[in-house]
């Protein structure tokens, strides 16, 4: 047998449940009955793990720290949220210098143009009222005299049913 006189780094596991390193000669080993096998730091996690805990829930593990982020070296350089930057579009049917245009006009400007437009809009229906009075005067002369209305159909009435909800 020929062994190596350089000592060979025993290779440390994790605890899979809290997460911390198990150094060599140290821990205990589970095996499922499935094959997988699960290494444990102490009891307190192989019986936590078996009771079917959350590591993510409890504490002191490294699941629940990286989860609610403590104790990151990087926690004083912060990452900073970038701010979304506003950009105008053109509307379809209006440039970019339209709107620049109509944002820098005065509220009392705007307020005398909505009065001149409202004005403008009651006064086409003013006058489509008027015509719109006008035609059937000229339509019931224009109507000839033997015409006759057409008779109204006699529709039975329903019967009410009977037996309540269906």
């Known amino acids: 047998f020929?062994?190596?006189l350089e000592a060979e780094a025993m290779k440390n596991e994790l605890c899979s449940f809290s997460g911390t390193k198990i150094h060599a000669g140290h821990g205990r080993t589970?095996?499922?009955v499935d094959g997988k096998v699960f290494f444990f730091v102490n009891?307190?996690?192989h019986s936590l793990f078996q009771q079917r805990k959350n590591p993510r829930k409890i504490l002191w593990t490294v699941?629940?720290?990286r989860k609610h982020r403590k104790g990151i070296a990087q926690e004083a350089?912060?990452?900073r949220t970038r701010r979304a930057v506003k950009f105008q579009r053109a509307i379809v049917g209006a440039?970019?210098?339209k709107i620049k245009e109509l944002r820098s006009q005065k509220p009392a400007f705007?307020?005398?143009q909505r009065e001149d437009a409202i004005r403008t809009a009651k006064e086409k229906n003013k006058a489509k009222s008027a015509k719109s009075a006008a035609?059937?005067?000229a339509a019931g002369a224009a109507a000839p005299a033997g015409a006759q209305q057409k008779a109204a159909k006699k529709v039975a009435a329903k019967q009410p049913r009977v037996g309540g909800k269906r």
Do not use: D, G, N
């Open 77 to 79: 350089a912060k990452k």
């Open 135 to 137: 035609k059937p005067k």
């Open 95 to 97: 440039t970019t210098e």
């Open 2 to 4: 020929f062994f190596s």
């Open 30 to 32: 589970y095996v499922r």
């Open 63 to 65: 699941l629940y720290r």
């Open 43 to 45: 009891s307190k996690s």
């Open 110 to 112: 705007r307020a005398k």
